[in-house]
């Protein structure tokens, strides 16, 4: 099982720990998405299970994260803000492996692992807003919220001089 050997990297992230265990319970499809509700009988299964964020596909961990419209246009932007090209793929796996070998340099990943889990909060904190206070954020404000929030975590986590936001 080749998944086995990379989930020792996801422990290595500087992120909060429970962001990374959010991110590991994610690869496990263990997220309280309403699919996984409703297939332990949490949810009535009659009920509508359409995402949250675009209203149009069945909400499962694979979707919400990735191929929501929502969440492709988010990853898109973050991809676009690090000069990263790659294509969402269709598993949390591949996405977890594409990220794994993206920077040049041990500091720079430890950067980009540090926002793709900010990224994963934050697709996760819009549909919570989304469901429980009935707040709707753009694509573009989720973007910049992922950008404070990874900036944030860089300057209390990494050992990097400090930077301004702008520099971020």
């Known amino acids: 099982m080749r998944y086995k050997k990379g989930f020792g990297k996801i422990w290595k992230s500087p992120s909060p720990y429970k962001v990374v265990a959010f991110s590991w319970m994610l690869l496990l499809d263990r997220i309280q998405t309403c699919s996984n509700l409703a297939f332990r009988h949490i949810l009535d299964p009659v009920e509508s299970c359409l995402c949250v964020l675009c209203g149009q596909g069945e909400e499962s961990t694979t979707h919400l994260f990735l191929h929501c419209e929502v969440a492709f246009l988010?990853?898109?932007?973050?991809?676009?803000?690090?000069?990263?090209?790659?294509?969402?793929?269709?598993?949390?796996?591949?996405?977890?492996?594409?990220?794994?070998?993206?920077?040049?340099?041990?500091?720079?990943?430890?950067?980009?692992?540090?926002?793709?889990?900010?990224?994963?909060?934050?697709?996760?904190?819009?549909?919570?807003?989304?469901?429980?206070?009935?707040?709707?954020?753009?694509?573009?404000?989720?973007?910049?919220?992922?950008?404070?929030?990874?900036?944030?975590?860089?300057?209390?986590?990494?050992?990097?001089?400090?930077?301004?936001?702008?520099?971020?």
């Open 74 to 168: 988010i990853w898109r932007k973050v991809l676009n803000w690090l000069y990263i090209n790659f294509i969402i793929p269709h598993n949390s796996f591949v996405h977890f492996e594409c990220w794994s070998g993206e920077a040049p340099s041990n500091q720079l990943n430890r950067g980009f692992w540090l926002i793709r889990h900010a990224t994963i909060q934050m697709i996760w904190k819009e549909r919570i807003d989304r469901i429980f206070k009935n707040q709707f954020k753009n694509y573009d404000e989720v973007v910049d919220d992922i950008k404070a929030l990874s900036w944030c975590w860089a300057l209390s986590r990494l050992r990097i001089a400090s930077c301004l936001f702008y520099e971020w």
